[in-house]
Nanobody, 119 residues
Framework: EVQLVESGGGLVQAGGSLRLSCAAS????????IAWFRHAPGKEREGVSC????????NYADSVKGRFTIFSDNAKNTVYLQMKDLKPEDTAVYYC????????????WGQGTQVTVSS
């Protein structure tokens, strides 16, 4: 069974840092594109960052460039999202998802982890 489990969310003050984890089972993260999305109340879901391990490519939304870093640990089959200099507008439920390279459809989603940034 393909499964993704996020962890690492929490409450942090503006300017603080958090590291989110996306642990995969049933497949190898290096063979897929793993993306982080976030969904804030009253807003549309937003793509935050993605990584294609085999090609070592990483992409970021303009809103998080320079503050967020995506990376993977193949030994742990886990993808991380290191977030620094957090802002109140980063408050959202963060989800990770997996898709085949070249595909538009995500085949697996995690349950989400809440990130709340206080001002």
């Amino acid at each position: 069974e393909v499964q993704l489990v996020e962890s690492g969310g929490g409450l942090v003050q503006a300017g603080g840092s958090l590291r989110l984890s996306c642990a995969a089972s049933g497949f190898t993260v290096d063979d897929y594109v793993i993306a982080w999305f976030r969904h804030a109340p009253g807003k549309e879901r937003e793509g935050v960052s993605c990584i294609s391990g085999s090609f070592n490519t990483k992409n970021y939304a303009d809103s998080v460039k320079g503050r967020f870093t995506i990376f993977s640990d193949n030994a742990k089959n886990t993808v991380y999202l290191q977030m620094k200099d957090l802002k109140p507008e980063d408050t959202a439920v963060y989800y990770c998802a997996a898709k085949f390279r070249g595909s538009e459809e995500y085949i697996a989603w995690g349950q989400g982890t809440q990130v709340t940034v206080s001002s």
